[in-house]
């Protein structure tokens, strides 16, 4: 009968890598602490209005142009602001 203790060595391995696996999936999934966003949040919908600065302004068709007019993509200087702090 020493040959239970092999067989219970043996099984020990297949559980304990299914205990393992269960752990890490609950503690990285948190499947229990989860935020159910549709039920939980109440957003209120209101009906889409414009207002008179909302009209339109210029209209182009068929254009073949790669480019925007104007645009500043190289100006990468220009674009960024840089946050000046107080130094006082």
Request: glycine share 10%; net charge negative.
């Amino acid at each position: 009968m020493s040959d239970d203790g092999g067989l219970g060595l043996l099984l020990l391995g297949p559980a304990g890598a299914t205990g393992l696996y269960w752990m890490l999936y609950r503690y990285y999934r948190n499947t229990d602490k989860s935020h159910a966003f549709e039920r939980e949040t109440k957003v209120e919908a209101k009906p889409v209005t414009g207002a008179e600065q909302d009209r339109k302004v210029d209209e182009v068709k068929g254009t073949q142009s790669k480019r925007i007019e104007d645009d500043n993509v190289h100006d990468y200087r220009d674009r960024v602001e840089r946050i000046r702090g107080d130094s006082s």
